[in-house]
């Protein structure tokens, strides 16, 4: 059984039992964005109903906006519930989605080729992707991105690196790999939510770059 610590290991008390890293610092920045975020979604509705005036990158925003807010907003849900390996997991296909958006925004006539499917070794890089989504990042800071990004192959595939992020520490003395919540790594959890509201200031970023 996993026990909620009296107090986390980021020096933040735990929050009520039906959301304990809600109090997290990063948790509290994400729940800031993800309000953003449903501010611009609701201006989106009213862009759907002219689509026919839209540009290209426009249309599949239509598509990769909401699909990556319900996989942020799906990560949240999981920090709450204590599911962090899966709230892992949704983290590459969250970063797929902006950073894509991103590359269509500026190289509208890919957009054919993404909705064509995106077919693998046609699509462009992620790391590519991710160029647009920081333009003017050095060498160093773009290559450190993406093997950020990259790792979370491994939650996907479910190689040794991953089965790391299922460990918990249950007592001084025993380290077993938990297949329930996990209310024990709150600095896992802190991490994730800083990753995934990054994701999400990026969005809304490109939200407002495509619909000003």
Same mark, same amino acid.
């Given at each position: 059984m996993?026990?909620?610590?009296?107090?986390?290991?980021?020096?933040?008390q735990?929050?009520?039992?039906?959301?304990?890293?809600?109090?997290?610092?990063a948790?509290?920045f994400?729940?800031?964005k993800?309000?953003?975020?449903? +501010?611009?979604?609701?201006?989106?509705?009213?862009? +759907?109903?002219?689509?026919?005036?839209?540009?290209?990158?426009?249309?599949a925003?239509?598509?990769?906006?909401?699909?990556?807010?319900?996989l942020?907003?799906s990560?949240r849900?999981?920090?709450?519930a204590?599911y962090?390996?899966?709230?892992?997991?949704?983290?590459?296909?969250?970063?797929?989605?902006?950073?894509t958006?991103?590359?269509?925004i500026?190289?509208?006539? +890919?957009v054919?080729?993404?909705?064509a499917?995106?077919?693998?070794?046609?699509?462009?890089?992620?790391?590519?992707?991710?160029?647009?989504?920081?333009?003017g990042?050095g060498?160093?800071?773009?290559?450190?991105?993406?093997?950020?990004?990259t790792k979370y192959?491994?939650?996907v595939?479910g190689?040794p690196?991953?089965?790391?992020?299922?460990l918990?520490?249950?007592?001084?003395?025993r380290?077993?790999y938990?297949?329930d919540?996990d209310?024990?790594t709150?600095?896992?959890?802190n991490?994730? +939510?800083?990753?995934t509201?990054?994701?999400?200031?990026?969005?809304?970023v490109?939200?407002?770059?495509?619909?000003?």
């Amino acid at each position: 059984m996993v026990k909620l610590a009296e107090k986390s290991d980021s020096g933040v008390q735990p929050g009520p039992p039906a959301d304990p890293y809600c109090t997290l610092p990063a948790v509290v920045f994400l729940d800031e964005k993800l309000s953003i975020l449903d +501010a611009r979604l609701a201006k989106l509705t009213q862009h +759907a109903s002219k689509i026919d005036g839209l540009t290209a990158p426009q249309r599949a925003s239509l598509e990769l906006i909401p699909a990556s807010s319900s996989l942020a907003k799906s990560i949240r849900h999981l920090i709450k519930a204590g599911y962090l390996l899966s709230a892992l997991v949704l983290f590459r296909p969250l970063m797929e989605r902006v950073a894509t958006l991103s590359y269509l925004i500026e190289n509208a006539d +890919a957009v054919s080729l993404w909705e064509a499917g995106w077919p693998h070794g046609q699509r462009p890089s992620l790391r590519a992707r991710l160029e647009t989504l920081i333009p003017g990042a050095g060498e160093a800071f773009l290559s450190g991105t993406a093997a950020a990004v990259t790792k979370y192959n491994s939650f996907v595939h479910g190689d040794p690196a991953a089965v790391q992020q299922s460990l918990i520490q249950v007592s001084d003395s025993r380290i077993v790999y938990t297949s329930d919540k996990d209310y024990s790594t709150p600095g896992r959890a802190n991490s994730i +939510a800083l990753e995934t509201a990054i994701a999400v200031v990026f969005l809304v970023v490109k939200t407002d770059q495509l619909f000003p």
